[in-house]
């Protein structure tokens, strides 16, 4: 396969979050198939967005399938947050010793249980496993798109590089570095202060919202502050001072990470969300670019779970 065929087109895959049943129907009826160990498109190539893994099935299946396909050329990955996390919570804590990076609570590590379980604390497999995550991309940008899990930001980009390495888990698991921050923007999104708080669906009063980098408008607080279902509050018409730039740039962004609902479709022009939470019931969604600079919801397939 040229390198011209390979760039006629990217399929860019929501969080699988250990859903391989998903993925691998949602790989067939894209037109992969599987040969020589890996699933393979003549004309085109898979983007993962990260956040292969925690909460569902079968995650070990989910990383040996996105595994080989990056290792035969046929994907690329960016890591999401809870591959970043993985690692950190897989590495002891030089400063500390004892400890490791991401801290052994009962709330980290019910969050993450059931990888631990599936793969094994401690093994082999699991070494493995993290040895890879620890040194993924943490951004994809070629032929006029761009990939990330959870927020493009080129002064986050600028300070982190373009992957994970050990010594950058270690400096961005250091609250309040500047590393610390911009993983924080890439993987997990900025979020902003609100002035009328909301109550979360576990009855959890929050004052800050996460922050609609996406929407070009979005130094005015009602299109800034993303406020989940339908009954929250209305947010003053407040200009804000934006934690990143809203994105207005005409290369378009496909990322995942926000949990969305309802039938797929362009968060913006030059954007589109693919984390349609199929651990949560949801499909498993994929945007397939084929050079567009303006997003169509025509170009979203799915597998899985019903659209909610």
Known sequence: MSDTQRAAG?????????HAAALVELL???????RDGAWRHDTRQAVFVGDLIDRGPAQLDCYRIARAMVDAGSAHIVAGNHEFNAAAFHTPDPDRPGTH??????KNRNQ?????????????????IIDWFSTLPLWFER??????????????????????????????SRKGSAEYEAIETLLKGPEIPIPVPY??????????????????????LPVAAVIPGPDGPTMPDDVIDPPVAPYRDEVPVVYGHYWRSGPPAPSGRHTAC??????KGGPLVAY????????????????GGPVR
């Open 10 to 18: 990217y399929d860019v895959i929501g969080d699988v979050h250990g």
């Open 28 to 34: 067939a009826t894209m037109g992969y198939a599987e």
């Open 101 to 106: 990076l991401r801290p052994h609570s009962d």
């Open 112 to 128: 993450h249980q059931t990888f631990l379980d599936q793969v094994g604390e401690g093994s082999r497999c699991h070494d493995e």
């Open 143 to 172: 032929d006029g798109l761009r990939v990330v899990h959870a927020c493009w930001d080129a002064a986050a980009i600028a300070v982190v590089g373009d992957r994970l390495s050990p010594g950058l888990v270690e400096a961005a």
């Open 199 to 220: 109550r979360d669906k576990e009855g959890t009063e929050r004052h800050r919202a996460r922050f609609a980098w996406w929407e070009p408008e979005a130094d005015r």
């Open 274 to 279: 693919v984390d349609y939470s199929v651990a």
């Open 288 to 303: 397939r670019w084929s050079g567009e600079s303006t997003l169509s919801g025509d170009a979203f397939v799915s597998a």
